[in-house]
């Protein structure tokens, strides 16, 4: 798919607040949370952010009352970056985009459940 500028302006954002790994073109593996994410790409703040243009491979982690559910081998590299994070633009458009509403019903349960 093409992904223009507009298009990415256009796209919904859905916030999701989650684990992220992103692994770096180096190896090198940095922890975040996610904050929100659309088809895209996603908002991953962490303390140590990665360089504007920096190739990454992203694993996110959505963590249960027993169980995680994870999704990865997800390539993107850094879009932007500021005091709080960093935006990252998925290579590929986010094909497990219409599960976010569900997941964020279960994270929000089981927040309240805690």
């Known amino acids: 798919m093409n992904n223009t500028s507009s298009d990415r302006r ?9 684990k992220i790994i992103c692994t770096d073109n ?8 996610t904050r929100d994410i659309n088809t895209f790409g996603v908002y991953v703040e962490m303390t140590n952010s990665l360089a504007v243009h920096t190739y990454c491979e992203l694993k ?13 081998s997800l390539p993107g590299k850094i879009a932007r970056k500021d005091n709080n994070g960093i935006a990252v633009i998925f290579r590929y458009d986010f094909e497990w985009l219409p599960l976010v ?10 927040r309240r459940e805690k």
């Open 101 to 110: 509403p569900l997941l964020n019903n279960k994270i929000q349960v089981q």
């Open 10 to 18: 256009v796209s919904l954002r859905m916030p999701l607040v989650c």
């Open 60 to 72: 996110i982690v959505i963590e249960g009352m027993h169980s995680q559910l994870i999704i990865e």
């Open 26 to 33: 180096n190896g090198k593996i940095h922890h975040g949370v």
